[in-house]
C-alpha cells in the first residue's frame, strides 16, 4: 500500500492512495497563495496600479519591467494571476479510479485533474459539497473572466531569472506548472463526473475496497472518508471541527480501529481561539460603524459567512446597529444564501429542528425580509443605485487579488474611518494587503478557523487509537513562526509519518487475510475437530471461484462416471493429477501401541530395533522395515501395494490429518 | 395490507431479526379494525423486547397512522426510522388525524397530542442510501421512491440476507417528485405494494390535459370546482399544474387551497427541496415552483360565493373535514363538478360516489343527492403495472411478496411475475405468514498467501479438471479462517508429521545402473507430458518430488533394483509410478 502525495499544503491537501487493486485520489485542493505574487485585477481601471513602476534588476537592466511591478517594496507580476496545482507527474493520473472529496474548499483543483489527465474514473461528494463547490467555482471564474487581461507574463519564470528575483517570487515553487484558471465549460464537464454520495452510504468499488464518507463537522456536507476492505482499515481526516456551529457534528466513533489514520487539514491558526475572534469582529465592526466608517469583509461565498451573519443576526440590534446596511455582494451571493436553506439533513440538530417547524435553518433569511442584508451579483447594476455608506460589505476574494472587493479596497484604502477586517485564514492578511501600500485604513485580523488544533487532535487520537498516523511534514514540528511551542504539533505514539509534495510513501502494513464464501453445500460437508479447547480445525478442499474481486469456495466436482468402453482410453487419462494434494500430517506414533495394531491385524514375526532416533519395525517375513520416529514415518517394502496400502492406513490411524 | 389498501403493517424476520415496517391505519373503519392487530407480533412479552427495530416508508397515514397507538398505547421503545421529511411531516398529519377523531367524532381512547410527541421522541431520522447500522448485524438503507416528499424504500440486511421493502412508490417523475430508483442489489425478497396492479396508466400528459380541460370548461360555465386532496402530496403536483395553467391562460377565477396546513405543507416543500426532482431543485434559486402566485388561502365562507372557482380541499377520500363539507353544499348543483385524484378506499364517500351512487345516506338518515358531476382522475402516484414490473427488473430479487392492493388485481400481478422473472411470488393476506428459505454463504477469512498461491496457479481454469484448493478452517472464539495446511500447523504450535514409502521395484537389465536411470527417465518423460521429471546429475531421476534411484541388485548382477521413494502427499502418482515401473521398461533401440 502506497501513498502518493501531490501537494505540500497541509490543508488543501492532495493524495493518491495504491489500496489493493485500486487507486483512489483523496481530495484535489488547489493552492491559491501562488496569487499573492501577482497584480490584483481592478473592476476599474485603477491610476494608482497601472503607474506602478517596473522593476529593475539591481544592475539597472529592465528586461522585467512589463511583468515586473514594484509597489512599496514588493515586486508583483504584472499578469493574469496563476494557481499552483498538484503534482502531476509523479503518478499517471489516468489511472485513478476514483476521486474522493472531502469538502468543497478541497476540490478546486477537479477541473485540472479531470480534464487534462486523460481522468476516466468517478467522483464521489456530497451534495452541498457539489453545490457550494459549484458556486465557489463559478465565482473565481466569473471573478478573472469578467476583467480580460491582455498580458501573460511568463519570461519571470525563467529558472535562471527567477533566481535574481527579490523574495518571495525567488522562492516560489514549481512556478512552470503554475497555471491560470479554468472556464467554466470545463468546470461544469468535472462536476458532471461526480458522484453523489451521503453520510455513512456504503461504496463498493471494483468489489475489493468500500468508500464511506463521514460527517466531519466542518462544513456544510464536508466529509472525512473511511477506504477499507474487509481486514484492513484506512481513515483520512480532512478538514473535521468539534466546534458547534452550522454542519452536523463530526462522526469520531466510525474512524476506531484504523490502521493507518491520514491526518489533514487542521486548523491554519492553532493559536486563535474562534469564539473569541468572533467577538472581536463584531466589536471592531461596531466601532468603525458607529464612527462614520465603512467596513470591509474580504470573504469566500459560503461557510463561515453564515456564522457570522448569524451572530450580526443576535448583536446588530443590542449594538444600535440597526439602520447600518448590509451588503453580500458575489456573483453567487444569491444561490449560497438559497441553498444554505435547503441542506436541512447535512445541518446541526438545532437547525434541523427548525426546519421541522417549518422554518428556514438560517436567520439570514429574517435579515433579507427586514432588508438590513442585500445581496448583489457585483458592484455594477442595481447596488450602485442602492449604494448607502457607512456600511458593511462582505465579497470575494479573500486573497485581494481579483472580485469585487478590488474595488472597495481602492475605494477605502485611503481612509483611516475604514477597516478592513480579514476572517479568512487561507491567505497571509499582510501579504494580501501588501499591494494596496500604503495604506490608511484600518487592518483588523480576526481568522475564524474552527477546524481542529493540536490539543483536540491528540483527545482524537487517543479516541481513535489508529496503529499508524500520516500528516504533513508541517505538522509534526512547531510552526516556523513559534518554534518554542511544542505544543503546537502531533504528539502520538508511535511517530507521526510524514509526508512533503512529491513524496511516495509505503504505509506500514500488511495484509494476512481477505474474505472468501464458502458455499452452504460445501460448509455442510465440513467436519471441523477439536483440536485445542476452543480451536476447531476442518480440512478443506474445493473448488476456487473469483469473480469482480469476490472469491467463493465451491464443493469439488463429483467424479465424473467412468466413459463407456468404446472409446479407448488414452494412457494420460490415468496420470493422477498431481495438484490433487493429501493434507499434511501431525502427531507421533507410539511404537509399542502400533506393533500391538500390527499384530492385531496378523502381522507376525515383528522385530523392533532401537536407532538414535526412534524405533524401526521389521516385518521379516514381508522384508518390510518402518522407521518411526518423532516427526517421521518412513515405510520401506518391496512392490507390493496392497501390503504398502495397509500398513499406509495403520500408519494414518495414529495422525491428524490437516 | 395484506390483499387490501389501509393500515399498512408488516413484520420481517430475518436471520433472527425482527423488523417491522410501517404501521398504518385504515381510513375505511372506525372501529377496532382501523389499526393493525399488534399480537400477531408476539402474544406475550414486551414489543420492544421482541423488534429490532420500526421502519416507516413515508407519512401517509396508512403508512404511520397507527404508531403513536403501537408505540405509547400498546408500548414499544426501540428505534424507529424514517426520513427527514417524513419525520417532519408525520407529526402534523398525525395531529390532524387525532383533532377530527377525537374533537369532531369525540372518541375516546384514542392518542393524545402528548404520545404523538413522545412517539416522535423515538424516531432516528435517515438519510438516502446511508447505511444505518441498527446494530452489530442489521442494516438498513433507504432508496428514493418518488410516492410523496420524503418517501422511501428500504433494504433490510443481516449478513448475505436480505429484505427490499418498497412502501408505496412510482417509477414515473412528475411535476415534482423524480422517479424511484434502486441498484440491482438482488434480495432474497422483495415485498411491493401492488396499488395499480391491472393498470397500465395512459401518457402523463394526457390525462394532465385532460384534468386542465375539465376544470377549464368548468369555470368558463360558472361552476364551481372541488379537489379534495391530502394536504401533501398530490395536492402539490396539481397546485404546481393548475398554477401554470392559469398563468398561460391567463386566467381569472380564483383558486383556493383549504386548511391553514397548506402554506405550511409548501414550506416544507421549499426547504426541502433537494427531495423532489432535477427540474425544480435546479431552477429553485430563480424561481421557487411552491411560492403559488394564484393560488390563496381558503375560507369557509367563501364557498357560498358565487361565480366560478377550484378549491383543493382535505382529505382526500371524502370521509372527513373540510372536503366532505364543500361536497355537501355543492353537490346539488349540477354545473359543478368535484375531480377525485386519488385512491378511495372502500366505505369512504368517495368510493361510493366513485363506484356511481348517487344518493347517499348521510349522518343523521339525510340523502344527499348527487348532481354535480363526479370525475375520477388517476394522479396518485403510485407505480402502474408496468412500473411494478420495471422495479422487480431493476433489483432482481430472489421472490416476490405483494401488499397494499385488491387480491384480485394482484393475482393477475402475481401470474405476470411469475411468468416474466421465473420467482416466486406471494400474496399472503392480513395475519398470514410466509415462510422463505434460504442458504447463506459462510463468509470466512483466507489468508492472503494461500488465496495468491491458488490464483497465480489458477489463472486459466480448466472446466475438465477443475483444482482444488487445499487449507485448514480455523475455527476459534466463533472466527473462522482459512489458511494453508503448513500455516495452521504452525499457528497451533503442532509439527508436521512426514510419512514417506519407498518401493524396491526389481527390472531385468544389465546395463549400468546409470543407464538404467537413463532409460527410466525417458521412459518417465514420454509419458508424463504434464509432469516434471527431471534427470538429476547424481543419476536420480525425479517426478515432481517423487525419488526415483536405481541400484545393482546385490545378488543378481541381470537385475536392478528401482527404489521408489514419495511422501503420503504425493500418494496417488507415487502409488501410480510403482505400478507403471513395475510393467518393465520398453526395450531401448540398440
Not at chain 2, 508436521?496 to 537413463?518: G, P
Request: hydrophobic fraction near 40%; charged fraction near 20%.
Amino acid at each position: 500500500m502506497k501513498l502518493y502525495c501531490l501537494s505540500g499544503h497541509p490543508t488543501l491537501p492532495c493524495n493518491v492512495l495504491k489500496f489493493k487493486s485500486t487507486t483512489v485520489m483523496l481530495d484535489c485542493g488547489l493552492d491559491m497563495t501562488s496569487t499573492l505574487n501577482f497584480l490584483p485585477l481592478p473592476l476599474v481601471q485603477s491610476p494608482r496600479l497601472s503607474n506602478l513602476p517596473g522593476w529593475s534588476l539591481k544592475d539597472g537592466n529592465a528586461f522585467l519591467d512589463k511583468e515586473l511591478k514594484e509597489c512599496s517594496g514588493h515586486v508583483f507580476v504584472d499578469s493574469v494571476p496563476e494557481f499552483c496545482l498538484p503534482e502531476t507527474e509523479l503518478i499517471d493520473l489516468s489511472t485513478v479510479d476514483v476521486i474522493l472529496i472531502s469538502n468543497y474548499h478541497c476540490m478546486m483543483a477537479l477541473p485540472y485533474i479531470t480534464e487534462h489527465t486523460g481522468f476516466t474514473g468517478m467522483v464521489y461528494a456530497t451534495e452541498p459539497t457539489v453545490q457550494i463547490g459549484r458556486l465557489l467555482m463559478e465565482e473565481l471564474v466569473n471573478f478573472i473572466e469578467r476583467v480580460p487581461k491582455a498580458q501573460s507574463a511568463s519570461l519571470w519564470k525563467n529558472k535562471d531569472i527567477q533566481r535574481l528575483l527579490p523574495s518571495p517570487l525567488k522562492d516560489a515553487v514549481e512556478v512552470s506548472t503554475w497555471r491560470r484558471c479554468y472556464t467554466m465549460q470545463e468546470v461544469n464537464s468535472a462536476l458532471s463526473k461526480i458522484q453523489l454520495v451521503g453520510y455513512s452510504q456504503k461504496i463498493e468499488l471494483f468489489g475489493a475496497v468500500q468508500v464511506t464518507p463521514l460527517s466531519s463537522g466542518y462544513a456544510l456536507g464536508s466529509s472525512n472518508w473511511i477506504i477499507q476492505s474487509h481486514y484492513e482499515k484506512v481513515s483520512y481526516v480532512s478538514g473535521s471541527s468539534l466546534l458547534t456551529t452550522h454542519p452536523q457534528p463530526m462522526d469520531q466513533a466510525s474512524l476506531k480501529n484504523s490502521d493507518v489514520l491520514i491526518l489533514t487539514g487542521l486548523t491554519q491558526i492553532p493559536t486563535a481561539n474562534p469564539d473569541g475572534m468572533v467577538g472581536e469582529f463584531c466589536s471592531n465592526l461596531a466601532l468603525t460603524v458607529r464612527n462614520g466608517g465603512n467596513v470591509l469583509v474580504p470573504c469566500y461565498p459560503s461557510g463561515v459567512i453564515y456564522d457570522l451573519l448569524e451572530c450580526l443576526y443576535q448583536y446588530i440590534d443590542s449594538a444600535g446597529l440597526s439602520n447600518i446596511p448590509f451588503y453580500f455582494i458575489s456573483p453567487v451571493a444569491n444561490s449560497s444564501l438559497e441553498f444554505s436553506q435547503i441542506f436541512a439533513e447535512w445541518l446541526c440538530h438545532n437547525k434541523q429542528t427548525k426546519v421541522y417547524l417549518p422554518e428556514p435553518p438560517f436567520p439570514h433569511a429574517e435579515l433579507i425580509q427586514t432588508n438590513k442584508l442585500k445581496h448583489y451579483p457585483s458592484i455594477h447594476g442595481d447596488f450602485s443605485n442602492d449604494f448607502r455608506q457607512p456600511c458593511v460589505v462582505f465579497t470575494g476574494h479573500p486573497s485581494l487579488r481579483f472580485g469585487d472587493v478590488v474595488h472597495f479596497m481602492e475605494l477605502w484604502g485611503k481612509s483611516s474611518l475604514n477597516t478592513v477586517i480579514f476572517t479568512e485564514p487561507d491567505f497571509s492578511y499582510l501579504e494580501a494587503l501588501a499591494p494596496y501600500q500604503p495604506l490608511a485604513m484600518k487592518c483588523i485580523y480576526c481568522p475564524i478557523d474552527t477546524r481542529l488544533n493540536f490539543i483536540q487532535v491528540s483527545k482524537l487520537l487517543k479516541e481513535v487509537q489508529p496503529l499508524h498516523v500520516v500528516c504533513p511534514e508541517q505538522y509534526t514540528q512547531p510552526p516556523p513562526a513559534q518554534s518554542h511551542r511544542m505544543d503546537l504539533m502531533i504528539d502520538c505514539q508511535p511517530p507521526a509519518m510524514s509526508y512533503r509534495r512529491a513524496e511516495v510513501l509505503a504505509l506500514p502494513f500488511k495484509r494476512r487475510y481477505e474474505k472468501i464464501e464458502i458455499m452452504p453445500e460445501l460448509a455442510d460437508s465440513l467436519v471441523p475437530m477439536e483440536i485445542k479447547p476452543g480451536i476447531s480445525l476442518a480440512t478443506v478442499s474445493a473448488v476456487l471461484h473469483t469473480k469482480d474481486n469476490k472469491h467463493v469456495l465451491q464443493p469439488p466436482p463429483r467424479p465424473a462416471p467412468p466413459t463407456s468402453g468404446k472409446k479407448r482410453k488414452r494412457a494420460s487419462d490415468d496420470i493422477p493429477d498431481c495438484q490433487v494434494l493429501k493434507p499434511l500430517l501431525s502427531g507421533s506414533i507410539p511404537v509399542e501401541q502400533f506393533v500391538q495394531t500390527l499384530e492385531k491385524h496378523g502381522f507376525s514375526d515383528i522385530k523392533v530395533e532401537d536407532t538414535a532416533k526412534g524405533h524401526i519395525v521389521l516385518l521379516q517375513e514381508a522384508e518390510t522395515l518402518i522407521q518411526i520416529e518423532e516427526d517421521s514415518t518412513h515405510i520401506i517394502c518391496d512392490n507390493d501395494e496392497m501390503l504398502r496400502v495397509r500398513l499406509r492406513d495403520l500408519v494414518l490411524k495414529f495422525l491428524q490429518k490437516f | 395490507a395484506g390483499q387490501d389498501v389501509g393500515r399498512s403493517c408488516i413484520l420481517v424476520s430475518i436471520a433472527g431479526k425482527n423488523v417491522m415496517l410501517d404501521c398504518g391505519m385504515h381510513m375505511g373503519f372506525n372501529d377496532d379494525r382501523r389499526f393493525p392487530d399488534f399480537s400477531y407480533i408476539t402474544r406475550n412479552g414486551r414489543l420492544t423486547d421482541f423488534l429490532d427495530c420500526v421502519i416507516i416508508s413515508h407519512f401517509h397515514l396508512d403508512h404511520c397512522g397507527a404508531l403513536p397507538y403501537f408505540s405509547e398505547m400498546v408500548g414499544y421503545d426501540g428505534p424507529i426510522y424514517m426520513t427527514h421529511p417524513t419525520q417532519a411531516i408525520c407529526p402534523i398529519l398525525l395531529e390532524d388525524y387525532r383533532k377530527i377523531a377525537v374533537d369532531k367524532k369525540g372518541e375516546a381512547n384514542f392518542f393524545t397530542s402528548q404520545m404523538i410527541k413522545d412517539c416522535m421522541k423515538k424516531v432516528v431520522a435517515v438519510r438516502l442510501h446511508q447505511t444505518v447500522q441498527v446494530d452489530d448485524e442489521l442494516e438498513i438503507k433507504a432508496y428514493y421512491a418518488g410516492h410523496v416528499l420524503g418517501a422511501a424504500m428500504f433494504q433490510i440486511k443481516v449478513g448475505s440476507e436480505s429484505v427490499v421493502y418498497t412502501g408505496d412508490y412510482n417509477m414515473t417523475p412528475d411535476r415534482h417528485l423524480g422517479a424511484a430508483w434502486i441498484d440491482k442489489c438482488r434480495p432474497n425478497l422483495l415485498i411491493t405494494e401492488s396499488t395499480y396492479a391491472t393498470t397500465i396508466r395512459d401518457s402523463k400528459r394526457c390525462r394532465e390535459r385532460d384534468f386542465l380541460k375539465k376544470v377549464h370548461e368548468t369555470v368558463e360555465r360558472g361552476g364551481k370546482v372541488l379537489i379534495p386532496v391530502f394536504a401533501l402530496g398530490r395536492a402539490q403536483e396539481l397546485c404546481i399544474l393548475l398554477e401554470t395553467f392559469w398563468e398561460r391562460m391567463n386566467l381569472k377565477a380564483p383558486i383556493y387551497f383549504s386548511t391553514g396546513l397548506t402554506e405550511k405543507a409548501n414550506h416544507y416543500y421549499k426547504l426541502f427541496i433537494t427531495w423532489t426532482n432535477q427540474k425544480i431543485r435546479k431552477t429553485f434559486v430563480q424561481r421557487n415552483m411552491f411560492e403559488f402566485k394564484h393560488i390563496k388561502a381558503f375560507d369557509r365562507a367563501f364557498a357560498d360565493n358565487p361565480g366560478p372557482m377550484v378549491v383543493f380541499a382535505t382529505p382526500g377520500m371524502l370521509h372527513a373535514g373540510q372536503s366532505l363539507q364543500i361536497f355537501r353544499k355543492w353537490a346539488g348543483n349540477e354545473k359543478n363538478m368535484v375531480i377525485m385524484p386519488g385512491y378511495c378506499v372502500q366505505g369512504t364517500v368517495g368510493h361510493k360516489i366513485l363506484s356511481g351512487q348517487r344518493k347517499l345516506e348521510m349522518e343523521g338518515r339525510q340523502v344527499l343527492e348527487v348532481k354535480m358531476q363526479v370525475e375520477y382522475m388517476s394522479f396518485s402516484a403510485h407505480a402502474d403495472a408496468k412500473g411494478i414490473m420495471q422495479l422487480v427488473g431493476q433489483a432482481e430479487p430472489e421472490s416476490v411478496l405483494l401488499v397494499h392492493g385488491e387480491a384480485k388485481k394482484m393475482e393477475f400481478l402475481k401470474q405476470k411475475i411469475e411468468q416474466e422473472f421465473r420467482v416466486n411470488c406471494y400474496m399472503p393476506a392480513n395475519g398470514e405468514t410466509v415462510t422463505l428459505p434460504t442458504s447463506p454463504s459462510i463468509p470466512v477469512g483466507i489468508s492472503l498467501g494461500l488465496l495468491k498461491r491458488e490464483m497465480a496457479q489458477g489463472l486459466l481454469p480448466d472446466i475438465r479438471k477443475p483444482r482444488l484448493l487445499h487449507g485448514t478452517l480455523i475455527v476459534k472464539d466463533s472466527s473462522f479462517r482459512l489458511v494453508s495446511s503448513e500455516q495452521a500447523l504452525k499457528e497451533l504450535g503442532l509439527a508436521e508429521h512426514q510419512l514417506r514409502f519407498t518401493c524396491r521395484v526389481q527390472l531385468h537389465d544389465s546395463r549400468k545402473e546409470q543407464e538404467t536411470a537413463a532409460r527410466v527417465y525417458s521412459h518417465l518423460k514420454s509419458i508424463l507430458k504434464d509432469h516434471c521429471v527431471q534427470h538429476l546429475p547424481d543419476g536420480s531421476v525425479t517426478v515432481e518430488s517423487i525419488l526415483v534411484q536405481a541400484a545393482a541388485h546385490s545378488e543378481d548382477p541381470g537385475t536392478k533394483v528401482l527404489l521408489v521413494s514419495w511422501t503420503y502427499q504425493d500418494e496417488e502418482l507415487g502409488s501410480y509410478l510403482t505400478a507403471l515401473l513395475k510393467k518393465g521398461l520398453p526395450q531401448a533401440p540398440s
